[in-house]
């Protein structure tokens, strides 16, 4: 029994190379293979026999009969599995557990089947991508300090597991054996990872680190903004945290009893220790190079970091002086996509290698026709080096030709597999008539206009938007909040460059003729993104998963209500007038 627990927790980085490298060699067979196996398994499914496939399980057939679709066409499906329905609707075998997309765009999160499958595919993208990583920043019987919170899993009226994805990997025991295979297991004890007040919970994973300060060698999360979130949070407790490790007390902050006993087991009086930090803290400037003095042995920054992460990717440099940054895998709540086997690109050029055995992959490309048609969707190993595509997937747990709304672009192979660069989610966020703006357009004005606060010491700490058609012409509202107190004349110059960054065809000549309206920048009180945090973390989200919606809209009126009643201060642009 011993040696059988030993051979599932052993893991050979070189193996798991030299399979990834026979599975991108023959990308295309393997996509072929894929798809017959996904339709052998669910062909009867009542979802695929309704569209005449009758047992075909060929790539031409497939792609005849089973229409693109968006997650609002597969709804009725899962909502008939979540209240308990136990045909094979989506897949022949029953699914057990949903997973809730962090649904901070539209205010309320999709359901999403999650099975076995799904886990397992999780496991080979932790895998590939660490064994690529582990290559070039090895890690040796070190731990993690990782940002990560599960939140609460709750029963559907059918009696399946719901919880955020995070949170279903995290409780998956496949999740640990593959972190303590990996030699990176986890600072924090279960109690903190799932406990139900998340300030509670990051304070003790700060607190976790610091005791195994010089174990830590990688610090993570899913995603970047929730490692910036805990170091601005240091910055404001570290004191704190230094008392509790010199008196071996924990903070009376922390009243959830798991957690104050689970953590009684790790804290114990340290005035050594103590010393240390506090030392380390005083001497820093301005906290530059924050995290490899806390943590001196610690090799990189892991997490996602590209998309709406982007923007907070200058104070995580910030915090981790000359640590590299490495973004992680590819995927979305729908299931994964590629992996990262170039870790040493930094975050802004990271590409990821899909996995042709993890699923079946097509591309939409970006391109329509004269008349406006849609263009046909292409294979793995058909897309061109340098073209954008929107992605389809069809998986092991009942998504078949779903439509991600991801636009990537294919920057090169890896042997026969495409290496992704992500660049939006296509769907629009800045529309009033003809103008198109999306979400990276949002974040490079947001970038431009940030320049001029650099000469008064100041950072944009989070932002948002809306478009305003209750004026006449309709327009932008930027939302910012700052760290500290900025003249009326910079906001008024930050104001304009917002306007003049949207370089979108269509939106400028539309500010010209002022058929849309002069854009608004509002500034925002102190904390009020952390409101918005909260407000998800109420409604059941995970912090892990969370992501600052950048634009709010009509669906979203709760956060619209938090952003607007915390506005202090509000300019128009004078750039085209």
Not at 45 to 72: I, R
């Amino acid at each position: 029994m011993k040696m059988l627990e030993e051979s599932e927790n052993k893991f050979d980085p070189q193996q798991v190379i030299d399979e990834f490298e026979l599975l991108s060699k023959d990308a295309g067979r393997i996509q072929e293979e894929t798809l017959q196996k996904i339709l052998e398994e669910n062909g009867r499914t009542e979802y695929l026999q309704q569209w005449g496939l009758n047992g075909k399980t060929d790539q031409v057939s497939f792609k005849n009969c089973v229409p693109l679709v968006t997650h609002e066409d597969l709804e009725p499906y899962i909502h008939r599995i979540v209240d308990g329905d136990l045909n094979p609707i989506l897949t022949r075998k029953s699914i057990t557990t949903i997973s809730l997309s962090s649904g901070t765009t539209q205010g309320k999160p999709k359901f999403v089947p999650f099975n076995e499958e799904l886990m397992e595919s999780t496991m080979q993208i932790f895998k590939t991508s660490f064994a690529f990583r582990n290559r070039e920043f090895p890690v040796v019987n070190g731990k993690a300090l990782q940002f990560i919170y599960g939140s609460k899993q709750f029963k559907t009226k059918g009696g399946l597991a719901a919880g955020t994805a995070t949170t279903n990997v995290y409780r998956n025991s496949q999740f640990k054996k593959t972190m303590k295979a990996m030699q990176t297991p986890g600072c924090s004890p279960d109690e903190v990872i799932f406990g139900l007040d998340f300030n509670q919970s990051l304070y003790c994973h700060l607190l976790c680190g610091l005791i195994l300060r010089n174990e830590v060698q990688v610090v993570s999360s899913t995603f970047a903004h929730s490692i910036v979130h805990a170091f601005r949070k240091f910055e404001q407790v570290w004191q704190e945290l230094v008392a509790n490790i010199r008196d071996g007390v924990l903070s009376s902050r922390v009243t959830v009893p798991s957690i104050r006993s689970a953590m009684s087991k790790l804290l114990k009086p340290d005035p050594e220790l103590a010393d240390t930090i506090y030392n380390k803290c005083i001497r820093l400037s301005n906290w530059y190079g924050l995290i490899p003095e806390l943590f001196p042995n610690s090799r990189y920054i892991y997490g996602i970091m590209t998309g709406s992460m982007e923007p907070y990717l200058k104070k995580l440099r910030h915090y981790a002086g000359e640590l590299p940054l490495l973004s992680a895998d590819y995927g979305s709540s729908e299931g994964w996509i590629g992996a990262n086997v170039n870790p040493e690109l930094p975050p802004e050029l990271v590409t990821y290698a899909v996995l042709p055995n993890i699923g079946y992959f097509e591309f939409i490309p970006l391109v329509e026709n004269v008349d406006g048609v849609e263009a046909t969707p292409v294979g793995l190993t058909e897309v061109k080096l340098g073209e954008e595509y929107e992605i389809v997937v069809t998986n092991f747990a009942g998504l078949y030709r779903y439509r991600l709304g991801d636009v990537v672009k294919i920057k090169g192979f890896h042997n026969e597999t495409p290496e992704l660069q992500f660049i939006c989610r296509r769907n629009l966020l800045l529309s009033i008539n003809i103008d198109k703006n999306t979400e990276k357009d949002l974040q490079l004005a947001v970038e431009a206009a940030a320049q001029l606060l650099l000469n008064e010491k100041l950072e944009v700490v989070d932002f948002s938007s809306n478009v305003n058609t209750s004026a006449d012409p309709g327009h932008y509202v930027i939302f910012w909040e700052l760290n500290g107190e900025a003249s009326k004349e910079i906001l008024k110059e930050c104001c304009n460059c917002l306007d003049k960054s949207f370089v979108d065809a269509g939106y400028v000549s539309s500010r010209k003729v002022k058929t849309i309206g002069a854009l608004e920048l509002r500034i925002v009180k102190r904390g009020t993104f952390h409101k918005i945090l909260d407000h998800f973390v109420g409604l059941g989200a995970a912090v892990s998963q969370f992501k600052t919606p950048r634009c709010v809209g009509t669906t979203n009126l709760s956060v619209l209500q938090i952003l607007t009643s915390n506005v202090v201060e509000s300019y128009f642009s004078t750039a085209f007038s």
